[in-house]
């Protein structure tokens, strides 16, 4: 009882603990979309055309197991031609109509789903029943045709006759009640065990390093596989690691690849590993990191690959790999850091550093290893020790080396042992020879693999000439400073809010008018 009183003395956990409840609960008001589920699309068998504006089609619409809905998709054929009128959709319960939308048949696509939002999400009735109906009022053949399965989800009426074993090709998105439980109640515990935490005057490294593991577990288990940019591709970069080739064979020309077995891109039937069954994957993107950075990565598929042969299987291994070496250097930074841990911590828990360092992308190992390096040069300059031991600097040196080879970059992060004190690593020439030593090491082992790299550099993109796209921006820095900010100015918004996903966005020249997303060549101005 002692404890908690005291504990209600100290305004900063309360603080804390009132933005942690906001956070999480922005996250329920913001992130609702995120429990959005929509069913897998259905196999098309046979094609039921509107031939006169008297025809009708009801289709049974199969709830089970789902508690609300938020938009219906239907499977259109238009027969590649424009058509004329306007469909009616009905969304009815029971006898009552709750919803109804009007389209311009001219604005279908061939074979494509058309979706159908309802305004506010439809909380389903056990004992309703739920049907869609379409009506075209447009006269004659109109060559609009609604797509069927022969795998059917619910009772399908052409004209009041019903088409047995056979419904319209539909899908539903639904709100995933089951996963948003779960999380609210991940969510819940999270907060409960911190406040707890922070009663009991628990080490906030401690606190810090909970939250850190939950969050990754959390990430883990809500996304999904391939949902980092290039994951695909850096699954094949780590497998080949993880079997010996550091450095990816040129194959189809400049394009950095490998022989592979077919079930790792999903081409195969099977999701056993068959050595006898390989294709050309090619992925220059990533043939481009040198193999340490992928080195979490293909040491957990190394050790999967000696229990299974399932290709999943060994991808969650790469990530678990990847996460579990990247959580022990970011908890190793939070204990080392002398001062400042907060921010460190809310560096390594945004939402993008958390989703890369659980993937088997590259990136989250770079910001662990950055963060590690930051952490242990201040523990050493600010330690009570007079001067710094060999295994530290063994340690330091260690760190700028693969930082530097992660990325080009990221070299500059070991200029931070210049601010190592004189009197801890040696005074005069004897310390700034160790300290250019360290820094000059890193620089060569960065150029050597940017040598190497240089050859996977090929154009993505036709028309793009990336050299003369360097040379421009270099000879007309402060034009393209200007394009810069014009850009951020006005389509901030892009950056912030779109798919993250999406690899082009579009630059802003002087008479802020835009450019196309594929830049020509040197640069649009």
């Given at each position: 009882m002692k404890k908690i009183l005291t504990f209600l003395k100290h305004k900063e956990d309360l603080l804390y603990i009132a933005a942690l409840f906001v956070i999480i609960s922005a996250f329920f008001v913001h992130a609702e979309d995120a429990f959005e589920v929509t069913s897998e699309p259905m196999e098309m068998s046979e094609a039921i055309s509107f031939s006169d504006r008297t025809d009708e089609i009801v289709q049974e619409l199969k709830m089970d197991g789902i508690t609300s809905i938020t938009e219906i998709s239907i499977q259109f054929g238009t027969y590649e031609k424009t058509n004329q009128g306007t469909l009616h959709i009905h969304l009815f319960e029971n006898e009552r109509s709750i919803a109804k939308w009007q389209?311009?048949?001219?604005?279908?696509?061939?074979?494509?789903?058309?979706?159908?939002?309802?305004?506010?999400?439809?909380?389903?009735?056990?004992?309703?029943?739920?049907?869609?109906?379409?009506?075209?009022?447009?006269?004659?053949?109109?060559?609009?045709?609604?797509?069927?399965?022969?795998?059917?989800?619910?009772?399908?009426?052409?004209?009041?006759?019903?088409?047995?074993?056979?419904?319209?090709?539909?899908?539903?998105?639904?709100?995933?009640?089951?996963?948003?439980?779960?999380?609210?109640?991940?969510a819940l515990i999270i907060f409960l065990v911190i406040t707890a935490l922070l009663a009991l005057s628990i080490n906030e490294v401690l606190v810090m390093g909970t939250i850190f593991v939950t969050l990754g577990c959390v990430y883990m288990w809500l996304c999904p596989l391939y949902m980092a940019p290039d994951e695909e591709h850096h699954f094949f970069r780590a497998f080949e690691i993880s079997c010996g080739d550091l450095i990816s064979?040129?194959?189809?020309?400049?394009?950095?690849?490998?022989?592979?077995?077919?079930?790792?891109?999903?081409?195969?039937?099977?999701?056993?590993?068959?050595?006898?069954?390989?294709?050309?994957f090619v992925?220059?993107?990533?043939?481009?990191?040198?193999?340490?950075?992928?080195?979490?990565?293909?040491?957990?598929?190394?050790?999967?690959?000696?229990?299974?042969?399932?290709?999943?299987?060994?991808?969650?291994?790469?990530?678990?790999?990847?996460?579990?070496?990247?959580?022990?250097?970011?908890?190793?930074?939070?204990?080392?850091?002398p001062f400042c841990k907060r921010i460190l911590f809310m560096v390594m828990t945004f939402p993008m550093a958390m989703q890369e360092m659980i993937s088997l992308a590259p990136d989250g190992f770079t910001i662990s290893l950055s963060l590690a390096l930051t952490a242990?040069?201040?523990?050493?300059?600010?330690?009570?020790?007079?001067?710094?031991?060999?295994?530290?600097?063994?340690?330091?040196?260690?760190?700028?080396?693969?930082?530097s080879l992660c990325k080009v970059v990221y070299i500059v992060l070991a200029l931070l042992v210049f601010m190592i004190p004189e009197h801890k690593i040696g005074t005069g020439k004897k310390g700034l020879i160790l300290k250019f030593s360290i820094f000059g090491v890193s620089v060569i082992l960065n150029l050597i693999w940017l040598k190497i790299?240089?050859?996977?550099?090929?154009?993505?993109?036709?028309?793009?000439?990336?050299?003369?796209?360097?040379?421009?921006?270099?000879?007309?820095i402060g034009d393209f400073y200007g394009i810069v900010l014009?850009?951020?100015?006005?389509?901030?918004?892009?950056?912030?809010?779109?798919?993250?996903?999406?690899?082009?966005?579009?630059?802003?020249?002087?008479d802020h008018t835009e450019c196309m997303d594929r830049i020509p060549d040197p640069f649009c101005i």
């Open positions: 389209l311009d048949t001219a604005e279908l696509a061939d074979n494509a789903y058309h979706e159908f939002s309802l305004a506010e999400p439809l909380e389903i009735q056990k004992k309703s029943s739920y049907f869609i109906y379409l009506s075209d009022d447009f006269k004659g053949d109109n060559a609009v045709a609604l797509w069927t399965s022969s795998q059917p989800k619910g009772m399908c009426y052409h004209n009041g006759i019903p088409l047995n074993k056979t419904s319209v090709c539909y899908q539903l998105s639904y709100i995933d009640a089951k996963l948003r439980k779960k999380v609210l109640m991940i064979p040129q194959v189809l020309g400049n394009n950095g690849g490998n022989m592979l077995p077919s079930a790792l891109g999903g081409s195969s039937t099977s999701d056993t590993i068959d050595w006898d069954d390989t294709e050309c992925f220059s993107n990533v043939s481009l990191y040198a193999p340490v950075s992928y080195l979490p990565q293909a040491t957990g598929i190394k050790i999967a690959r000696f229990f299974t042969d399932s290709a999943s299987t060994i991808f969650y291994a790469g990530k678990w790999g990847n996460f579990l070496v990247n959580a022990f250097l970011c908890l190793s930074a939070l204990y080392l850091m242990y040069i201040f523990h050493v300059s600010y330690s009570r020790r007079d001067r710094i031991q060999k295994r530290e600097i063994a340690v330091i040196t260690a760190l700028c080396m693969t930082v790299s240089s050859g996977y550099l090929i154009e993505f993109t036709p028309g793009v000439d990336s050299p003369k796209q360097v040379q421009y921006v270099l000879s007309h014009r850009t951020l100015i006005e389509k901030g918004d892009f950056f912030l809010t779109d798919d993250v996903r999406q690899p082009y966005g579009r630059i802003v020249h002087r």
